[in-house]
Each structure stands twice: as C-alpha cells, then as structure tokens.
C-alpha cells in the first residue's frame, strides 16, 4: 500500500512564519451544517490538519510558500470535496487571502464543477459571518469577496477553455476523468497560468482512475515518485493513498490504512463491507471496490487479460542490434485492421528455453495525428516524435509503407514466417509471396488465437516476456478484453472503448508462431489455409 509517512508520525512540520497554525485555526472556525455537533464546527480530522500544515507552513527564506503543487489522491468518502471546499474559503477569505485573487476549481464536466462550488456555497449560506461578506452567484458558478474583489469560479473540461485568466491557486478536481483533448486544453490552460503570478497553488484532488496513457496518472506518478523519495522536489506535496497490485484487497487493515477517515467514522464501515461481500462473487463489483473504495490505479480494460503490473515486469531492454548480428530466428505478426489508424508489426524471437522478446513497430496516417490520438485519449505526437510510431503520408496508411517495412525487417533478421490475417492482407500477402518470403495465414478466429493466446498468457505470468517497455504496445494491451465461448476458449476484444489492440494481436501472432518453433509448411499454393490443415 502506499501512504505518506508523515501524517502520523508526529514529526515536526516547519512553520517559521506561523502561516500554518493561522490556516488552521481559521478553518476550525468554520461552520458546517451537516455536522451534527453542536455549532456545527468545521470537522479537521487531525490527518486534514496535517495536510493544512505541510501546505502552508514551510515557507523560504523570502516568506514564499515552499509548496506549489498537491497532488491529494484519496479514495471516496473521506471528505475531500468538503476539505477543498474549506481551502478555496482559506484563500477566498481567509488569511491566505490576496487582495484581486483568483481563485478556479475545474472538473470534467458541469455536473462534477458544481459539487465543490456547492460544497462551498452551502459552509457560506448557513453561517451570517461568510454570507455578510460574500457573495453567491449560482447561475455564473462565481463568489466573489468584494471588499477586496477577490473571486472564486468553478468550471469545467466539457466548457470554456479558460485562456486569459490569471489564478492564484487552481484546483483540479477528479483528475482522473478529465479525458480527451478538451481535458487536456483545459489543464495546459491552466496550469501554464500558474506562472504568471509568484506564490500560486495548484491543488490536484482525486481519486484513482484507470490506464497509464492519460493526462491523469502522467500527474499522479510524477507524485508517486516523490512521495517514495525517488524525485526530490519539495515543491510538489503528495498525499497519496493508494492500495497496490499485491495488497489483499479483502484485508480490514489495508481498508483503514488507505482511508483515514475511516478511524474518525466516514466512510461508513458497514457499507464498506457490504460492497466487499458483493465484489467477492462480482469482477465488476470487485473493479469498482479496488478502484473507488481502496483507491487501486487500475488497468484501462474492465476484463483485463493480465494485471499490467505482471506485464510491466518484462520491460527490460530488447536488443536489436546483438539480435541483427546473430541473426537469431524471428517469426513476424501483421495486423493490418482498417487503414484509417494503427496497423502494427511485431517481431518475436526466443529467448531462453520457453520465453519471448518482442519489439514493435506501428504505423498510423500522418493527417490529423493528433486528433487521432485525442480519439483514444493519447499523445500519437509525442509518440511519433519518440519514434514509436511511423506516420505516413495522408490520411489513411500507407500500406506501401508497411509492406516495405516488412521487406527491410527480412532483410535485416532472420525472419522465419510473417502471419497474416488475409482478412485485410491478402494483397500484401501476394506480394511477399510472390517474392520468395516466408507467408503464413493466421485467421483471427478461435482455432488460432485460443492457444496463441494461452502461450502469450503463460510467457507474461511466468516472467518469460521481454517487450522492452514499447509505450505504444502497453497501451494496446492495457486496452484488451477477453472474450470467452462456451468452450473456454478466449480471444481479444477491445471492448466497448473501442481503444486500439492491434499490437497485442500482433504479438498473440507473432508468439504463437514463435512457439511452434518451425516453419510448418512449405508450398507453392500462395493462400495455403493453415488454420483449416490444423483444425
């Protein structure tokens, strides 16, 4: 599991200008209607006081915050719309205050934006101290303090862009479902007007959400990399509660561990157990507790193939150039898909007595790439510029373009068989055959992937496959789902996303014909059914 150690080790927080024990003391004044106590005070857990503390405490020699970026990662119910609520007051009005400040909060949609500013509203409507000197303006999602004409607004991904604006601390809600292009617009918006005024915040507030290629874990492992002390940046906080993939999640313990609020009596423990018992006999139940409940990062797939962690671990080096020089044998899978995005070939090659090393190569239309990647909700540009995609000219692939990949890939290794599915590549097929090169059907049907499939599957669990941590293919395997007949027997599906796992066919193909470990025919017949001779 993954906890800070500071919060309850009672190690001393820095507070030379005493800017930390004035933000408490002030939220404790706070009132909140829903607290049945009587007053109704502010409820600042002793784990929220801590996190107030670290924020504002630590200050340079020059009186400026230490602190600029918090990366808060909780999972549901532990109060953390209420806590963001109480801080968006603190710099509202509170001693955090800057005379003309500006104060944002964004979320993926209207509905999302709202629950904050409400959360915010409803501690200002129920206590005359607030209401006397603020005012709410619902229908703009705006307050404003204006004695000093400070403003709070709230707005969405699915909205205005907010170019132009100037904040003074932003806060960045439920990070994780910012998706797509207008998620990342609104955050590069944002985020880059931090720099305009000195002393700003920027508050990430979220739970754990799904997949790697997103705005939202690039931000939460970068944090994740400084709360375990591999990065040192004392600017970035990160309070990240998290379960991992080796954590029991059945365990009472690592419930309260990963929710502190659990001790102070939210959430609610008999509803906790309650969705436990249903995640038992439910992988969707057991998902959704993993992911919201114990605040787990989960796969993109909903029925992943292999748990990403296990797939993660063969991210070690392939080396082309020793593969090259030795000229190890080496079986290609095509998958040619629609030519209107990805079309990928995998090379495979053994390595040791029953594992795999893998590399591959993707092409996708050079027009509009990067709308075709804000499609699926990754950085196609940034991949392309790293070389771990080929564009081709148009906007469509060239299959010109693969076809003569293919041919250099021949050339240069010791290439065995290329499968491919003649669904698409019957005329790519011809045109190697006719050359000489090695061309082998592999029909995507149950009689050839079942069984590719299951050596895939049992090279990755045993630590028996090197993938040299290509991003690209990651993510096509993040994105497969199975799909089961009544026989047991299992195939890729990409599922209702509609995400690309065109390199995890490839490699399923490239794998299984690796496994078979020679060329199993040899004929003159160009459209040779291998599929129907093993059947």
Known sequence: MMIPSWLEDGSDIPDPLGRGEKAVTWLRRLRHPKNPAPGSPFQLDPWQERIVRRIYGPRHEDGS????????????????????????????????????????????????????????????????????????????????????????????????????????????????????????????????????????????????????????????????????????????????FMAEPEDDWTDEALWHAVNPGLKHGYPDIAGFRDKARKAEHSPFERDSFMQFNLNRWLDQSTSPFVEMHVYDAGAHAVDLEELDMVQAPCWLGVDLSKNEDLTCVVAAWEDGDDGYQVWAWFFCPEDNLRDRGDRHGVDYVEWAKQGFIIPTPGNTVDLRAVEDHVRELCARFNVREIAFDPTYGRHMMGNLNDDGLPVVEFRQGWVSMAPAVKELERAILGRRFRHGGHPVLRWNFENVQLHVDQAGNRSFHKGKSGNKIDGAVATAMAVARCAAGEVKFITDEPWFDDEMFLA
């Open 65 to 240: 915050r230490v602190v600029r970026r918090v990366v808060l990662l909780l999972p549901r119910g532990n109060r953390k719309t209420s806590l963001c609520a109480a801080l968006n007051l603190l710099h509202l009005m509170g001693p955090e205050r800057e005379p003309g400040g500006l104060i944002v909060s964004a979320a993926s949609a209207r509905e999302q934006a709202m629950e904050l500013f409400n959360e915010t509203a409803l501690i200002i409507d129920n206590d005359k101290r607030l209401s006397k000197h603020l005012t709410v303006r619902e229908y703009v999602s705006k307050i404003a303090f204006n004695a000093e004409r400070n403003r709070y607004i709230a707005v969405a991904s699915d909205g205005k862009v907010q170019h132009g604006k100037t904040p003074n601390v932003v806060i960045a809600d439920e990070l994780h479902a910012w998706h797509g292009a207008a998620g990342m617009r609104q955050w590069e918006a944002l985020d880059s007007a931090l720099v305009k005024v000195p002393g700003t915040l920027m508050i990430v507030a979220s739970t754990s959400g799904r997949g790697q290629e997103n705005l939202a874990w690039k931000t939460v492992e970068y944090a994740i990399r400084v709360q375990k002390g591999e990065i040192d940046d004392p600017a970035t906080l990160p309070v990240i």
